[in-house]
């Protein structure tokens, strides 16, 4: 009897349905899928960097390097999915990111690269949580730092606008 193709995993989450947690949109939206997720706990996530970045433009366009602010928003993103998955009610919530701390840059990152974002919760409260995270590419660590995020109250945002 033929076995059945296996299906290609496609991740935990997938682009739509981080649509749906993320406010982030291009250009900013650096997630392309989860693929392990403990609530509370950790996540991994991939962003696909490739030659068309909007970034690549002017950084540097000669040597085109992955600005490292961009591998901490890429950090704080898959974060944030973990807190909307960790905390009661993520959809009356907007999450910022508050603080980094200890971040190092030990690798450029160049179109064509993939990157492997892991992200663990240190502390999480009801305000706020802190966060450690790693960013590879294949098995090589390219940056590391710890990313304070504080939850905002969409209500009281609403109301003083």
Known sequence: MPQKPQQK??????IEKILKILPHRYPFLMI???VEMEKGKSIVAIKNVTYNEHFFQG???Q???MPGVLLIEALAQAGAILISHSIHEPEKVLIFMSKIDNVKFRKPVVPGDQLRLEAEI??????FSKMKGKVYVDEELVAEGEVMASFMNLEELNEQK
């Open 9 to 14: 995993n496609s991740g935990l989450l997938d």
């Open 32 to 34: 392309d899928r989860v």
């Open 59 to 61: 950084h540097f366009p």
């Open 63 to 65: 040597q085109k390097v």
């Open 122 to 127: 240190l502390k999480l409260k009801s305000k």
